[in-house]
């Protein structure tokens, strides 16, 4: 029911992910009377879909703490809880980012050896994409959350993008060794020494986002949230300084008609709707956040990525790295233990 356009756009997305992968499954959470009729209109859903009726939702404008009290009804709470139960393998939603935070994460729970949970999610770079962490989960970080900020997103690039050994870059203020605050240059140190899959490359600079400089970027919520909202601002921009040139004139719109393929396919790799899905990262189940303004496809899209998660076990890569940083992390202290005692 969370979505600007809820719940016409869940279903036809659902409709959609289906076509693309044909073994899943749904359990949609909402009011049936409304449902019910949508999912007249999609004969190949009627077999695949149950409708679990509840008439509470969670508002957009509700604090995270009142949905965590009051929402324990709610089709937000009641679909997180059926990935608890093993009834699901994730969940999908649209609605209040807050909240979905809040519930998951007292639901589901934090894995070992993670403090904070993490929104990550893919840009469309030069190079192809690039995972950015955090995006808006956590405004201060120190520089634990950051290094396990990198192991997630490093096995998130190896699920998503099929990626073994994916290159991580911590973003700063410049790439220089002495620049930036303690958390980031004491996150770079840990990363220079841990023995993980992953290659860390070292600092980055905001620039180095859209270039693809490295397959995983990580960063505190607050400085990731402005980056992303700020890219999709340019991208917004320059389209409409697109749009505006080609009408200037008669010969820029025969341009325009000359240049159509090309510009579709600019606009396809740009369109945000291919890159929809903000993953709540460090939690024991898949919980995935749409963003609340898209259309089918992009539903579409955010529930292919959890489908994803789940069929590659992101979780337990994400718990088995965590293991073995934490195992390595304590050999020196143990090894130093057993020559004092000798």
């Known amino acids: ?19 693309r992968h044909p073994n899943i499954q749904f359990l949609l959470f909402g009011d049936e009377t409304e449902i019910a009729p949508l999912l007249a209109r999609h ?34 709470r009641l679909a997180i ?5 093993g009834e699901a393998g994730g969940v999908v939603s649209a609605g209040n980012t807050g909240a979905l935070m809040a519930m998951s994460k007292f639901a589901l729970k934090t ?16 190079r192809g994409e690039s995972v950015m962490l955090d995006l808006g989960a956590n405004v201060e970080c120190d520089q634990d959350n950051l290094v396990q900020f990198a192991i997630m997103g490093a096995a998130f690039a190896r699920t998503i993008l099929g990626l073994p050994r ?5 973003l700063n203020v410049g790439e220089e060794e002495m620049k930036g605050n303690e958390a980031v240059k004491g996150a770079a140190a840990v990363l220079n ?9 070292g600092f980055i600079e905001g620039t180095d986002i859209a270039k693809g400089t490295t397959d995983v970027i990580v960063t505190d919520g607050f400085t990731g949230n402005v980056a992303l909202k700020t890219m999709e601002g340019t991208a917004n921009l320059f389209s409409q300084f697109l749009r505006t040139a080609f009408r ?59 489908v994803d998660m789940v069929a590659d076990d992101l979780v337990g890569r994400i718990t088995a790295d965590m293991a073995h940083f934490t195992d390595s992390d304590k050999k020196p202290d143990e090894t130093q233990d057993r020559a004092v005692a000798r």
């Open 1 to 19: 029911m969370g979505g600007d356009a809820a719940p016409n756009m869940v279903v036809d997305g659902a409709a959609l992910a289906r076509e």
């Open 43 to 76: 004969r190949a859903l009627r077999d695949v879909v149950e409708v679990r009726h509840t008439d509470i939702q969670v508002k957009s404008t509700d604090r995270p703490s009142i949905a965590l009290r009051q929402g324990r009804q709610s089709s937000m």
């Open 81 to 85: 809880n059926a990935v608890v139960d």
């Open 111 to 126: 894995m070992n050896g993670i403090d904070r949970p993490a929104i990550c999610s893919c840009l469309p770079t030069l």
């Open 166 to 170: 994916p290159t991580v870059g911590l």
């Open 193 to 201: 020494q841990a023995d993980l899959p992953l290659r860390f490359h």
């Open 248 to 306: 200037q004139s008669t010969l820029s719109r025969l341009g325009y008609l000359l240049a159509k393929p090309s510009m579709k396919a600019l606009r396809d790799r740009i369109d945000p709707r291919h890159h929809n899905g903000g993953v709540l990262l460090g939690l024991n189940g898949v919980s995935v956040k749409s963003h609340g303004g898209m259309d089918d496809v992009g539903f579409a899209t955010a529930i292919g990525l959890a």
